[in-house]
């Protein structure tokens, strides 16, 4: 689900009195913070409500998002908040469904400026923190044992950070026209790898049905532009990472394996 705190249409216009909204509408991806789609009679916005204790990380965020924009990068700028309430810009284009060539290479371009820009920067955050995998790993050492044997190389898990990543580029936090790539969701960009951040992308975007093209036309995007290159090897590990971590976390939050089998496929 989407929406974890419901807000009305008149709770909405007396939050935003420089707005006239005339209708709002749930989302149902996301599963942490409270999001919707609201509308002007001329635009449409995103709305949302951080239902974490994150305040510093919004700050960030907000930051973070206009200084991309400023780079040239398809994203979103916060525009206003009220009482814990955040209205973002909603970026033109619809979700892709049939991943094809050309959104690959226009993931490989976005990632590539976005990671010059975020070369050596730092967060308040790591994407991986050591001390959340070693807590998820006596969960499923206690729970689920077999997929605590599978998932024990984590610990060794690399601290070497290049910069800030998004670190979350799934499918549904993208939108496309035609070739022309946005990105939105940076709340949880942190410091980390931009393998890392290369391979969960990849993962999101169904790599792993077609692996070998998908992952070659990547790199050889990607590396024309990116402030440092990936090598096969190094990206496929981290993709065997970026599966693991995404793995152990769903069966320590969901408390079942239901959600991460198909990581680890």
């Known amino acids: 689900m989407g929406v ?24 149902t991806s996301g599963i942490i913070d409270t999001t919707y789609i609201v509308f002007t009679k001329n635009r449409s916005y995103i709305l949302k409500k951080y239902e974490r204790a994150i ?7 907000s930051r973070l998002l206009d200084a ?9 700028s916060c525009i206003t908040s009220s009482h814990g309430w955040y209205l973002y810009e909603k970026l033109e284009g619809s979700q892709p469904t049939h991943i094809q060539s050309y959104h690959i290479q226009a993931l490989a371009r976005f990632l ?6 975020s070369y050596k920067k730092v967060s308040l955050l790591n994407v991986i923190d050591q001390d959340e995998i070693s807590s998820h790993l006596r969960y499923a050492k206690v729970n689920f044992f077999n997929y605590y044997k599978k ?26 026209q035609g070739t022309k790539i946005g990105v939105f969701d940076f709340i949880d960009s942190a410091c980390g790898t931009f393998a890392f951040d290369a391979a969960v992308a990849l993962i999101g975007f169904d790599t792993k049905k077609q692996k070998r093209s998908f992952v070659n036309l990547f790199l050889g995007t990607y590396n024309q532009h990116a402030p440092k290159k990936l090598s096969k090897k190094e990206l496929l590990q981290s993709m065997e990472t970026a599966c693991g971590f995404y793995a152990l976390k769903r069966i320590a939050n ?9 990581l680890l496929k």
């Open 151 to 176: 998932l024990q190389f984590l610990k060794k898990h690399s601290k070497i950070n290049d910069g800030v990543i998004h670190g979350d580029i799934f499918k549904d936090n993208t939108v496309f």
């Open 4 to 27: 974890k705190t419901a807000i009305t249409l008149d709770a909405l216009n007396r939050l935003f009195t420089s707005y006239e909204f005339i209708s709002l509408t749930e989302t």
């Open 254 to 262: 969901f408390k079942s394996t239901k959600t991460a089998k198909e």
């Open 55 to 61: 305040l510093q990380k919004i700050e960030e965020d």
């Open 68 to 76: 991309l924009k400023l780079f040239g990068l398809n994203v979103p």
């Open 112 to 117: 590539a400026k976005f990671h010059q820009y």
